[in-house]
């Protein structure tokens, strides 16, 4: 049994570009996360989504980041003209829905030169 | 906005020792959780706390949901060098929240 799949593991991208970082959460899941984690820092919660909803999107930056998590397909977390202060490792996790708990991917860590 | 205090930040151990850390909020929360991260890696669960006052043990591992639901503790007895790493306590209200994460215990053992 897979676990969460998150793809690429490494994206260098330069200022003004944009970043699609997918996630593949764990078979049986429907309850997807994403948190974002600073060098020497805990995890931050970005957004938490279910097939074609967004639950709680009340740690996403306003401007520039958008999630999704489609009927067919992996989540995607897209960050639009990248700027330095969004280098980060980006997790994702999947949860089964009667489960309170949530498994990790290995992450995406994000370079902006 | 609730906050999770992990202590200690660091730790610097010797192979064999036992080691204990702790998580405390000012708010409550119905289901602690403690996971552990290695460098590079993501977080991997540990265990996982549903009910006032409940110990649980993974191996060498125990933690214990406090009383209060505004605390909770990790121990780990006799400490090998793949423990080593960053362990996060974190916390959640309810079933459909947000989890909250504490800012990680780093864990060194001394050769």
């Known amino acids: 049994n897979a676990g969460v799949m998150q793809n690429p593991r490494h994206l260098v991208r330069r200022r003004g570009q944009e970043a699609r970082l997918r996630c593949s959460p764990m078979?049986?899941?429907?309850?997807v996360y994403w948190y974002r984690q600073l060098p020497e820092e805990g995890l931050k919660f970005m957004v938490y989504?279910?097939?074609?909803?967004?639950?709680?999107e009340s740690g996403m930056p306003k401007e520039r980041f958008s999630a999704e998590f489609p009927k067919e397909g992996p989540s995607i977390l897209r960050i639009q003209q990248v700027v330095r202060g969004d280098s980060a490792a980006y997790f994702c996790?999947?949860?089964?829905?009667?489960?309170?708990?949530?498994?990790f991917g290995a992450g995406t860590r994000l370079s902006v030169l | 906005g609730q906050q999770l205090n992990q202590s200690p930040q660091s730790m610097f151990i010797q192979e064999g020792e036992d080691v204990s850390m702790n998580c405390t909020s000012s708010?409550?929360?119905?289901?602690w959780l403690w996971y552990k991260q290695d460098p590079g890696e993501g977080p991997v669960l540990l265990i996982a706390?549903?009910?006032?006052?409940e110990l649980t043990s993974n191996g060498r591992l125990t933690a214990q949901f406090g009383i209060t639901r505004k605390d909770s503790f990790l121990n780990i007895s006799a400490s090998i060098p793949s423990d080593v790493g960053i362990y996060f306590c974190?916390?959640?209200?309810?079933?459909?929240?947000?989890?909250?994460f504490g800012k990680g215990t780093r864990l060194h053992i001394l050769p």
């Open positions: 974190a916390g959640q209200v309810n079933r459909d929240d947000k989890i909250i």
């Open positions: 708010s409550i929360f119905n289901t």
């Open positions: 706390l549903y009910k006032a006052g």
């Open positions: 996790a999947s949860s089964p829905p009667a489960l309170t708990v949530q498994y």
């Open positions: 989504l279910q097939k074609e909803n967004i639950i709680d």
């Open positions: 078979k049986g899941h429907s309850h």
